[in-house]
């Protein structure tokens, strides 16, 4: 048992389980929300493909730079504590994100942003691994699955909205403030942590070797989920030419394909070789992120967005996996090494593809997404196999 955390009673145990799949769903909401809300914040501040990357660049260093000190952060306050303060900065951040007076306030703003969901997500993820000790059962597949679930919500809410003319403004902060409540109520279930001590504690190290390689493959699959989920939506809009309202189903086809393969993820893996469902989600990914470039026909951009998002599931759970598998380290620190590199890319990721459409085309950019799971796929070798 993670001993920053009490065990509790079995009652208390799974009120924390079910408390803590519904925080995973809510961040998905708050995550879709930004999706599909990327080409508002393009149009009230007239960007270009350049100047929203630098939005998402001031995000992504928000994020990452968050995440050397998140376990410090969580080991000081508590997941639960953290959580709640992360919601506020979050909620604030969303709801106002299109009423800043310019360009510079906004790329404040997204460094809160960024750094508040990644902590949060720390803190949470926190709470998942101790669930699993404390209940003596695996719940982290289904965990990411209530965040897939949660993200695909967020979009078919975020597209209602938009269809019944709701003004962006609104739903933004009409959504920040109804999620960061839900959160407050849920986190008061959460597993409870004794006051910290004086003991001094590893909370960050650097991977090097096999741990490595298990990094930079997971930063492969976390900049392409991450390029999918922040610029799918004004890709389908500008390149596709569907409407708003429509090109948000993409998003939610996405993460709803996501979501139902990460809860049979767990089964699959103990089926078949890891390295061959590695294999195969790479090819379904760069096959069918293929497909949408190369047609730009909104029924195919659609199915497309599924299968994308159903081909880029497991990558995570597998990788991660396979990361507590290498020797020399604990299971804790392995993930953690790794999940830092993997979130440099989830943030990372879509706003080089600003960049990269700035000087070509998004649909160009875009398929940065097929060249990532080409190299998942192809690598799939090199992943560690679980005991038999």
């Known amino acids: ?53 630098l939005v998402l660049v001031a995000a992504a260093v928000g994020a990452v730079s968050a995440v050397m000190f998140a376990g410090r952060v969580i080991g000081r306050l508590g997941a639960r504590q953290t959580a709640m303060l992360c919601a506020v900065v979050m909620a604030c951040m969303l709801g106002l994100v299109l009423h800043w007076p310019g360009l510079p306030w906004l790329l404040l703003a997204m460094l809160l942003f960024g750094a508040s969901l ?8 926190t709470e998942g691994s101790a ?30 909205m938009l269809g019944a003319g709701v003004l962006a403004e609104w739903q933004l902060l009409g959504v920040g403030v109804a999620v960061a409540v839900a959160i407050w109520i849920g986190a ?10 004086d003991k001094p504690k590893v909370h960050f190290t650097w991977p090097r070797g096999a741990l490595l390689i298990m990094g930079l493959l997971t930063f492969a699959g976390m900049s392409a989920e991450g390029v999918i989920f922040d610029w799918c939506v004004l890709y389908l809009q500008q390149e596709v030419r569907m409407p708003h309202e429509q090109a948000a189903i993409g998003y939610a086809a996405c993460a709803g394909a996501m979501a139902a393969m990460r809860f049979a993820a767990d089964r699959l893996r103990a089926l078949y070789s890891e390295q061959r469902l ?23 951009a659609i199915i497309g967005c599924g299968l994308v998002g159903a081909g880029l599931a497991m990558i995570v759970p597998i990788l991660y996996g396979a990361a507590s598998r290498v020797p020399g380290t604990t299971p804790a620190a392995a993930i953690a090494a790794v999940s830092s590199i993997g979130y440099a890319g989830f943030m990372v990721g879509p706003p080089l593809i600003g960049f990269i459409a700035q000087h070509a085309s998004l649909t160009a950019a875009m398929g940065v997404v097929v060249v990532a799971a080409t190299v998942l796929a192809l690598s799939a070798r090199f992943v560690p196999e679980k005991a038999a």
């Open 1 to 53: 048992m993670d001993k920053g955390f009490e065990h509790g009673s079995p009652s208390q145990i799974r009120r924390a389980i079910w408390a803590t799949r519904g925080l995973f769903a809510l961040l998905g909401v708050f995550s879709a929300v930004w999706g599909v809300h990327i080409p508002s914040v393009k149009q009230r501040y007239a960007l270009g493909e350049g100047a929203l990357s």
């Open 118 to 125: 990644s902590v949060f997500d720390v803190a949470i993820n």
């Open 131 to 160: 669930l699993e000790v404390a209940g003596g059962q695996p719940i982290m597949g289904s965990l990411h699955g209530m965040f897939s679930l949660g993200a695909m919500g967020g979009a078919a809410l975020a597209a209602g």
């Open 188 to 197: 008061r279930w959460m597993l409870p942590t004794p006051p910290p001590t």
């Open 278 to 300: 590695l294999q195969v989600s790479g090819v379904v990914t760069a096959v069918s992120m293929a497909g949408v470039l190369l047609t730009g026909h909104p029924v195919v």
